[in-house]
């Protein structure tokens, strides 16, 4: 069974600062996605990479996929208090179902 | 709102009663998921149904836990003789079809079950 683990578990910064999460597979990724939770809501993607090594940009959000396709990270630049929320990534698997780490929960303070 | 809708959001039920949720798929979506978020975990994959068609539970409790996608209406989540351990945050979500794959999953708000 593929294990996806993130880090760190939580992080709190401060408005302006950059910051990194990680994710980790046990196994090759078939569909790396990245999801952002809010507080009593349903998560939300914000993209999907299937190439190794390759690196896909959403306004202050860079998203790196590792040269295997076991790893990635997710890089926010000036982070905002909207960015809070819990940051999601997971494997969509080709039997559709789709495989979630237990998350990063960031919290931006103003 | 075309998005995902999930109803009730929030449900308490006391131990050894049942909890139905409910789930309307977005509109033109012909494929539904349900997972399971317990506290502090991640978010679990229970089943995967199309119309009329349970095409996948491998992730549903062996016992007590159903599900139904019927030709007309919303797909239920069934769970009989709720216990504890049950209280969780149910998401429904589901998706199109595209000629040899399939698309993007669309979350809905979830229900909050809670278990006197």
């Known amino acids: 069974t593929q294990l996806l683990e993130q880090s760190p578990q939580f992080l709190s910064i401060q408005e302006g600062e950059n910051l990194t999460v990680y994710c980790n597979s046990s196994s090759v990724f078939s569909s790396l996605q990245w999801y952002r939770q809010e507080p009593g809501e349903g998560p939300v993607l914000l993209v999907t990479?299937?190439?190794?090594?390759e690196v896909k940009k959403l306004k202050r959000l860079t998203f790196q996929f590792g040269d295997a396709r076991k790893d990635s990270s997710l890089h926010i630049t000036a982070a905002q208090p909207g960015d809070t929320g819990l940051y999601l990534c997971a494997d969509m698997n080709r039997d559709d179902k789709i495989i979630f780490g237990k998350g990063t929960r960031l919290h931006i303070l103003p | 709102n075309a998005g995902v809708m999930q109803n009730p959001r929030h449900l308490v039920r006391r131990r050894g009663q049942e909890a139905r949720l409910r789930c309307s798929p977005m509109?033109?979506?012909?494929?539904v998921y349900w997972y399971r978020q317990l506290p502090e975990e991640g978010l679990k994959f229970m089943v995967y149904?199309?119309?009329?068609?349970?095409?996948?539970e491998s992730g549903m409790p062996k016992e007590r836990f159903s599900a139904e996608f019927p030709k007309e209406g919303p797909s239920i989540l069934r769970i009989q003789q709720v216990v504890r351990g049950d209280s969780a945050a149910y998401f429904c979500?589901?998706?199109?079809?595209?000629?040899?794959?399939?698309?993007?999953?669309?979350f809905g708000p979830g229900t909050r079950l809670t278990v006197l």
């Open positions: 979500a589901s998706s199109s079809w595209t000629s040899g794959r399939i698309n993007e999953q669309f």
């Open positions: 149904l199309q119309k009329e068609n349970i095409i996948d």
């Open positions: 990479v299937v190439t190794g090594g």
């Open positions: 509109k033109g979506h012909s494929h």
